[in-house]
């Protein structure tokens, strides 16, 4: 069985809401491991969202599986993330998710399937799931260094370089964005430069696989405690304090939350629909969830998207040794492309 076949499979199949047969352009494969395969389907007809878990025999026999194991679900997830998971947190996670179909009431993980697969809750449970295997930990400034190279090498060279040209904005990615306090330490910063210098534009994209922290990210209001890492002029300059004192909360203004825009990508995906050409790639403190050959073939495709002369940076305990990349090293975790 290949992608195309399971497709056309599916595509003889009915929505479970209203009845429909799916189109084939409306189904990708998430993941398969053996004959079992995890696949997202979009009803044209009444647009409802949902996984089907299915057994595919090789002669096209077709088994519709909505209750999993933990062990199965554990599984789905590292797959589709491409977050590893060595034993013991697969432990771990499975502990979470027996955590969660306690939260939601649910009388067991048969039940939790049931939601995720026949009432088509994955999206909104995706979150819980990469949750029980990730971290969204983020903080503005974090790796401080990074921050200072950027806007005393990295921008100088594009402001004076042969790359600046007053139609061309300055293009930036945060990959793995969670919470949003990356690309809005880059939207601050950059900001800054431009009331001051003047002269160029932004571009600054940010990603996140899941759809719980880039709403977060959208909202840009984060716990004032995070204010901590950043600078006082800032902070003055950027951030609103929330008019209820008991909320201990700020929101960044809106001349910084318009500078980023926000969207989905699974960094597993083969292709990441992002323009080529960008100046500087954050993709820091999630290449360590992934396997070697994972976290190679995600930096392959994130230098397809840096223009010659681009920057990479990662985060301070990941590391691009032994790797096969059009790159190098200019700073601690920072590369550029070559070319
Ligand atoms: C620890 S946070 C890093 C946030 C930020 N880059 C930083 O350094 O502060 C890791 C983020 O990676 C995201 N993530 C995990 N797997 C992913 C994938 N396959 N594609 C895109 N994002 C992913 C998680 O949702 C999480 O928000």
Redesign the pocket.
């Known amino acids: 069985m290949d992608d195309r076949m399971v497709k056309e499979l599916m595509a003889t199949v009915n929505c479970a809401v209203c009845g429909r047969r799916y189109d084939a352009d409306n189904i990708s494969i998430l993941y398969h491991q053996d004959e079992l395969w995890f696949i997202s389907v979009t009803c044209e007809s009444c647009h409802t969202k949902g996984l089907v878990a299915a057994l595919i025999k090789a002669s096209g026999e077709t088994q519709f599986v909505t209750d999993l194991t933990e062990a199965e679900l554990a599984r789905f997830i590292e797959g589709y993330?491409?977050?590893r998971m060595p034993p013991t947190k697969k432990t771990m996670v499975e502990g979470r998710l027996r955590r969660r179909v306690r939260a939601l009431g649910l009388s067991g993980l048969q039940q939790y399937c049931q939601l995720l697969f026949d009432q088509h809750l994955l999206d909104q449970e995706f979150i819980h799931l990469?949750d029980a295997v990730?971290?969204?930990?983020?903080?503005f400034f974090?790796?401080e260094q990074h921050f200072h190279l950027l806007m005393e090498q990295v921008v100088p060279d594009f402001l004076n370089g042969g790359q600046r040209s007053t139609d061309r904005p300055l293009k930036l990615w945060?990959?793995?964005?969670?919470?949003g306090?990356?690309p809005y330490t880059l939207a601050m910063l950059l900001e800054d430069l431009r009331q001051r210098v003047g002269g160029f534009s932004l571009s600054i994209f940010a990603?996140?696989?899941?759809t719980e922290?880039l709403a977060k990210a959208k909202a840009a209001i984060f716990p004032d405690d995070m204010l901590d890492s950043v600078p006082m002029e800032l902070r003055r300059r950027y951030f609103m304090r929330s008019r209820d004192p008991d909320a201990h909360t700020v929101r960044l203004v809106p001349a910084i939350r318009q500078a980023v825009r926000f969207g989905r990508?699974?960094?597993?995906d083969e292709s990441y629909g992002m323009p080529q050409d960008m100046d500087v790639i954050?993709?820091?403190?999630?290449l360590i969830?992934?396997d070697r050959e994972r976290q190679q073939a995600v930096l392959e495709r994130l230098c397809r998207h840096l223009r010659p002369g681009g920057y990479l940076f990662i985060?301070h305990s990941e590391t691009t040794a032994g790797m096969d990349l059009p790159i190098r090293q200019v700073g601690p975790s920072v590369f550029t492309k070559i070319g």
């Open positions: 993330s491409g977050i990469i990730s971290t969204n930990k983020t903080e974090r790796e945060s990959a793995a964005c969670s919470t306090a990356e990603t996140d696989i899941c922290v990508l699974n960094l597993m954050f993709c820091r403190n999630t969830y992934f985060g």
